[in-house]
Structures are given as structure tokens and as C-alpha cells.
């Protein structure tokens, strides 16, 4: 048993760090401060997004002989964590989930056109999965896909398009067949965001993350734009689940931002002789957010351990993301006890600490735990994987 | 990064789980529900078997350092609720002198370990919550040191000849083994009915021969004996916390009320759930603290995120399986409450949760 990160991990993270610096400029911080641009978009993002592309940092996932890097699961792990520990909105989906999909099981078309210009930081996708009365039950989904002499005639509306705003395409789950069982019927595709049939409305978040409901009119894709076989999209979705789990409760930013709060609180005067660091309650706080911080960790890296051991072990992904998602809401709100009234303050306001980044970061945090798999769902699975009990009715 | 066990620890948690099931029945704890808690025979097994010298290196006769090994056996104990209490022998005594004492009695104390003979320590005092600033104080005069003070949860002290004792002195903190016999021992009752005792030591005197560090190392030694004890009593605790929660399971699986099997409700199957992924976290931090004192031996902060889970997971798990086993959990008949008891010792024994919090704040915020 060895729980620690060796020295080549050690070097990529810390070639990681340097390069994310450079890449980092002012012009880029000061685009993604703007709401519209929080979760990129904007040109400094486009430009950092081909900068990525060009210097081979997209594609860390993918084989070898698809152009990407093949980088284990646990290196995969420390991009994540030193990308996100920056703040910057790498899109994890486009590059790490839907690319390797469309390169391995895409169209020659799907590989030479969308393939290669994703490993360049060129194209961006929105996730189509979600619909209105298709969310936790996603297989139900009733987008369809209707074939047709030269292609496929598209028709139906997704909820929570996320990036469809500033995407090229979406990723797009359709079903094909009505005759079989729900999850037997589903088909991945291509859609060209520029199609006349394609529209979309805003979803404003209370975390001031704009998403979208998505409407597809008669949409008419060739036959290229069909990601891996007929009928089959449910692998293609399934398939990458574990991976994208481990990515959204990643340690690095909750422990970034610990790391900033213990420096704010150690240099916060409160009197004459007390700094806010002085105080019981604050140690407390602080405490349980380390204890809580290095079981994610661990809990995190094993699952890169069973991932590279090339085990499956549904019950250890469950707990990773039912732990974590509901570890960030709690540690959110302790960090902001410790700032207290100040950490109410926008990042336009004064007095604001630490950029408001606690205002915000409590604001997004709720959608983790129902989304990317709803944590009831997760704790139906690791008492049927983990416990072997029976399942729940 | 490797979570794999190697292939001779799968092999002792094997067959250590063979011989504890065979000597851990209900019917054989029952014989220890009262009375002085301590299976000799199951002792002397493992002793004939080597468990004893897990974590003991090789040149005292032992099975090698890692302290993973040894941190299996504490796992397996509380899994099947031994009745046997070797964290004051096996850890506190054998561990604290093989890291702090280079002299031959090092190699005498250890082997004598390793074969059988039961040592122990008397550590805590009651109403001080700061261990490593012991009350009880030992006097120097000449070559001799004069003890007084009282030390409690001291335990098997009446059948351990030599006893390790934390004290103060001029020259600080010291580690010092003094002949049971030289001490007044008094039983105390608990609520899983461990072989505690109350130590009292009145004008003990004692050779310096008996301080079992190099001098000056007094004070690192004791915070390498509370470390270490406390990631070893977490490993018992994660072997009770893991016991309860597969009875939690397995009587959930099977017991029917309304016509189907309760563990198919979601309120049951969620609770259960909960439990594992306090287990996970539990086993993780435990794992990590024990590794990283096998090459460092003041990883306080490690130690305390250890101890910390293991607390509020044996709290958690045993309310929670007792609930949901309904009247069984707690009908003595059944196998689940010496679980509890032993789950509430576990929670308390080196500092409850909210206790080791506060001094793990302390450490974080002034960047210890």
C-alpha cells in the first residue's frame, strides 16, 4: 500500500502549475470575472482554449494512436485538479468525454473534422442528454431521430444545455427505435449549433450560470453525424460516467479555497491582540474542513487507483460523488462562518474578501449533488454494489 | 499510488479472521460479558502463531515494520470483538521502545513481547485532557526516580508485570517501566466490560535504567506513543464499524415487514448507505495516517483526522444499526450490541471527536 503521489505525478503537477501561470494572463482573469463570461466563451477563453490545444494540453485522456497523450487516470486527476484550482472553465466534457468518444467512434468525417479540431482547442459541444420529463430517468428521453433517405430528420427539445450559448455542436442523445425497452432505443449524434432548426432560450441560475433549454426543428444530419452504431448510444453515455463523477468532486478547488480562507483568517485582526484565527469556534470550523478535505482526497485517488487497475467498482464512484458533493456544500458553508457577514458580499461590492469567490462558489454548489447523477440514485447504488442489499423498490 | 494489500497481508487478515471466528463465537464472548475480559488460549494462539510481532522488525524476532500489518490485527480484533486488549502491550510498549530505544533491552522486552508476556502502559489521567503534559511526577534523586500520580484506562495491569508510565520531571517528560507490583491497582467497570484499571502510584522508586528512551527524547517519544496509539485504536474501530455495518446489511437484507424485505426501502437502504461511505472514509484516513507514520514519526495532524473519523463513525454506525435492527439491536441474545459498547469505548478512549477537533485547529491555524 502506498497512498502518495510519485515523483513523475509530482512533476507534472508541478509542470501543470507553471504552465497554467503562464497561460493565465490578466486580460483572461478579468474576462471570466464577467457573469456572462463565467463559464468561458469569451475571446480570452477561445484564445487560452488553442493556446491549450497547440501546446498538447487537450486530449490527456485519449489514446495514443487517436493524437492524445493517454495519460493514466490519476495523472488525468492532477490536470483536473490543477486546472480547476485556477478557476479557469476547461471544458472538461468536450475535451475528455465527448472528444475521445467521437474519435474512437465517430464517422471518418466525425474523426478527421470534429476529432482533430477538439484536440486543437478549436470546438466546443454542449451536452444534450437532459429533457423536461427526462432527467434522473434520462433513458426515457423522447428527442427523436427519425432515419431518412441521406440522414436523419432530428425533433425535440433538452433542458440544461450548459455552454449551447457559445458551443459549436451538441452531443446529442436521441432515440431511434420505439419498440424497445427505453435504454435499448438511444443514439448519439453531431448538431451543428448553426442548423436554421436550432434555437435556444436562456436559463439563468441562481449561481449566475447561464444554461439553456435547446429546440431542434426538423433538424436534417447526414449520416456522418451518427457517433457510434445505431440503437447503441447508451454505452457511449454510460461509458464515460465514472471519469466525468470523479472530475466534478475533484479536491483541488475546496482545498484551494481552504488554503485562502486560513490566510485571510490568520491575517484578520479582530482587536488588539486577536487575529480571527485566535478564535475556538474558527480552529473548529477549520478542522473539520481539513478532516473532511484529506478523506475526499483519499477517496479520490483510490477511485484513479481502481480506474488504472482497470476495476470496476460501481459502490467506491458512488461515494466519491455523494461524499464530495455533499462535502462542498457543508465545507462552503463553514468557510463562510469563519468570514461571516462579509462573505455575504458580492464581488462589485466593498469589503468583498477573497473576490467574493465564497458568494459564489455557495451559489453554485447545490447542483453537484443532483446533478451528474442524482445521490439518491448513488446511495440506491452502493447499497446494492457496496452492502449487496436488495434493491430498493 | 497502490490501495492493494500485499499478498502477506491478505494472508494474515485470512487467517487471522479463521482463528478469531473459531474463538469469538457468541457463545465464547458470552463467557466474557462479566468478569475479567481476557482469553488467555486466543492469546496464547496468536502469540504461538507470531501475531504478536506484527509491526516488530525482523531482528527482534518480529515480522517486519510496517505498521499496516499491525494495524490489520487491531482491525481484526474489533471486527469479531475479541476479547483481548493489546493496544497498551503491542503498541504503546513494543512500538514506542523499538523507535526510541537503541540499547540491548530493547531487544530483550520485544522478544519477551513477541513470546507471550504481557506489558502494558498507564498513560491517561483522570480530568487532564493533555496527555503529553502528565500530572503524575517523577522526582530525581541520584540514579533513582521517585513516582507519584495517578493513571487510569490502564489496561490488563493486573497481569502485566511491567507497566510504561508517562511522567513529568525536571529533565521533562519521561517514559519510564515500573514493576506492577510496585503500584496499587484497582479495577474499574466499563461499558464493554474492558480490563481497565486505575494505577496509582505512590512514592514509586525506580532505577533511571527504566526510562526507556535516549535522554532529551522523552516528550517526541510520547507524542509517538499517543500517535501511534490512537491510529492503532482506529484500526479496532474500523473492524467494529465494519462489523456493524454488514449486520446492518445482511439483517436488513433478509428481515420483512409489509410484505417485502425492509432493506428495499429507500429510507433503510440510504441510512445503510451512509454507513458505508462513513466506513470508506473512515478506512482511507486510517490507512493514510498509519503509512505515513511507518517513515515519519510525528504526523500528529494525520493521527488526529484518524481518530476523528473513527469517532463520529462509531457513533454514527452504532446508532444507526441499532436502529435499524429494531428490538434485535439491542437484545443480548443477538450479535450486535457488544458492537455498540465497544463502538462507545472506541468514540471516547484518546479524546472524543469534538476534543481532537479543537486540538487539530490549534495545529492548522498556527501552521503546525
Known amino acids: ?393 | 499510488m497502490d490501495f492493494s494489500e500485499q499478498p502477506h497481508q491478505t494472508e494474515i487478515r485470512d487467517s487471522l479472521n479463521k482463528i478469531l471466528s473459531e474463538h469469538c463465537s457468541q457463545e465464547c464472548l458470552k463467557q466474557y460479558d462479566s468478569g475479567f475480559k481476557h482469553d488467555e488460549d486466543l492469546f496464547s494462539l496468536l502469540s504461538g502463531n507470531g501475531y504478536l510481532g506484527l509491526g516488530i522488525n525482523e531482528k527482534y524476532g518480529g515480522s517486519g515494520e510496517d505498521l499496516y500489518d499491525l494495524g490489520i490485527l487491531f482491525e481484526r480484533l474489533g471486527y469479531h470483538a475479541a476479547p483481548l486488549s493489546l493496544s497498551g502491550c503491542l503498541v504503546d510498549v513494543a512500538q514506542t521502545i523499538q523507535k526510541f530505544n537503541s540499547d540491548s533491552s530493547c531487544n530483550k522486552i520485544l522478544s519477551s513481547i513477541i513470546a507471550g508476556e504481557i506489558y502494558t502502559s498507564a498513560i491517561l489521567e483522570p480530568s487532564n485532557q493533555d496527555p503529553e503534559n502528565p500530572a503524575t511526577s517523577a522526582l530525581i534523586e541520584g540514579n533513582e526516580l521517585i513516582i507519584s500520580g495517578t493513571k487510569y484506562l490502564s489496561e490488563l495491569a493486573s497481569i502485566a508485570k511491567n507497566i510504561l508510565v508517562s511522567v513529568n520531571s525536571d529533565e521533562g517528560v519521561l517514559l519510564v517501566l515500573v514493576k506492577s507490583d510496585q503500584v496499587k491497582l484497582t479495577e474499574l467497570s466499563s461499558t464493554a466490560n474492558s480490563p481497565l484499571f486505575k494505577v496509582d502510584l505512590e512514592s514509586v522508586r525506580v532505577d533511571r535504567k527504566s526510562i526507556i528512551h535516549e535522554k532529551g527524547k522523552g516528550l517526541e517519544a510520547l507524542r509517538y506513543l499517543l500517535q501511534i496509539n490512537m491510529v492503532m485504536r482506529s484500526y479496532f474501530a474500523l473492524g467494529v464499524n465494519e462489523k456493524m455495518t454488514s449486520l446492518i446489511a445482511s439483517y436488513t437484507s433478509e428481515r420483512e415487514q409489509f410484505g417485502r424485505v425492509i432493506g428495499t426501502f429507500q429510507a433503510v437502504s440510504h441510512r445503510a448507505a451512509n454507513c458505508f461511505i462513513d466506513l470508506e472514509c473512515h478506512r482511507l484516513v486510517n490507512q493514510q495516517a498509519s503509512i505515513k507514520l511507518n517513515t515519519n514519526l510525528d504526523c500528529e495532524n494525520d493521527a488526529l483526522v484518524s481518530k476523528i473519523w473513527a469517532a463520529n463513525t462509531s457513533h454514527r454506525t452504532s446508532y444507526s444499526a441499532q436502529h435499524l435492527h429494531g428490538g434485535m439491536g439491542v437484545d443480548k441474545d443477538y450479535v450486535l450490541w457488544r458492537y455498540c459498547l465497544l463502538a462507545k469505548e472506541c468514540e471516547l478512549i484518546n479524546g472524543s471527536a469534538s476534543q481532537n477537533i479543537d486540538r487539530l485547529g490549534i495545529n492548522i491555524t498556527t501552521n503546525q
Open chain 1, 1 to 393: 500500500m502506498l497512498i502518495e503521489l510519485n515523483p513523475k505525478q509530482l512533476k507534472l503537477r508541478d509542470e501543470l502549475q507553471e504552465y497554467f501561470e503562464g497561460l493565465f494572463t490578466p486580460e483572461l482573469k478579468a474576462e471570466l470575472n464577467l457573469p456572462e463570461y463565467f463559464e468561458g466563451g469569451g475571446p480570452e477563453f477561445k484564445k487560452a482554449m488553442r493556446t491549450m490545444g497547440s501546446d498538447g494540453w487537450i486530449g490527456l485522456s485519449w489514446k495514443k494512436e487517436l493524437g492524445g497523450k493517454e495519460l493514466s487516470p490519476i495523472e488525468q486527476y492532477i490536470f483536473v485538479e490543477t486546472i480547476m484550482r485556477t478557476g479557469f472553465p476547461f471544458p472538461f466534457l468536450t475535451t475528455e468525454s465527448v472528444g475521445p468518444m467521437i474519435a474512437e467512434h465517430g464517422s471518418e468525417w466525425a474523426k478527421e473534422e470534429i476529432a482533430t479540431k477538439i484536440l486543437k482547442g478549436e470546438i466546443i459541444f454542449g451536452i444534450g442528454y437532459s429533457e423536461p420529463n427526462s432527467g434522473t430517468d434520462l433513458a426515457s428521453l423522447q428527442t427523436k431521430a427519425i432515419k431518412d433517405n441521406d440522414g436523419f430528420l432530428i425533433n425535440g427539445q433538452k433542458m440544461w444545455t450548459s455552454l449551447a450559448n457559445f458551443s459549436d455542436y451538441i452531443w446529442l442523445a436521441t432515440r431511434t427505435d420505439f419498440e424497445v425497452k427505453n435504454h435499448k432505443g438511444i443514439s448519439m449524434f453531431i448538431v451543428p449549433t448553426n442548423d436554421s432548426g436550432f434555437s435556444m432560450s436562456a436559463i439563468n441560475t441562481l449561481g449566475d450560470v447561464r444554461t439553456n433549454a435547446t429546440f431542434y426543428d426538423n433538424i436534417h444530419v447526414p449520416d456522418s453525424h451518427l457517433v457510434g452504431k445505431l440503437n447503441q448510444g447508451w454505452s457511449l453515455i454510460t461509458s464515460q460516467l465514472n471519469l466525468e463523477r470523479l472530475a466534478l468532486v475533484n479536491h483541488g478547488p475546496v482545498e484551494e479555497l481552504y488554503k485562502d480562507v486560513l490566510k485571510t483568517a490568520q491575517a484578520t485582526k479582530i482587536n488588539n491582540d486577536q487575529y480571527l484565527s485566535d478564535l475556538s469556534w474558527v480552529k473548529h470550523n477549520f478542522a473539520q474542513i481539513h478532516s473532511g478535505i484529506e478523506a475526499l482526497k483519499l477517496i479520490c485517488w483510490k477511485q484513479t487507483w481502481i480506474m488504472e487497475s482497470g476495476q470496476l467498482n460501481m459502490a467506491e464512484a458512488s461515494v466519491a460523488k455523494v461524499y464530495g458533493s455533499e462535502f462542498f456544500i457543508e465545507a462552503y458553508r463553514l468557510m463562510m462562518e469563519i468570514i461571516g457577514e462579509l462573505s455575504i458580499l458580492k464581488n462589485n461590492s466593498e469589503f468583498r474578501i477573497l473576490n467574493a469567490r465564497l458568494e459564489r462558489m455557495y451559489r453554485t454548489a447545490s447542483i453537484l449533488t443532483f446533478g451528474g447523477g442524482t445521490n439518491e440514485v448513488q446511495r440506491d447504488i452502493i447499497a446494492m454494489a457496496g452492502l449487496l442489499m436488495p434493491r430498493t423498490r
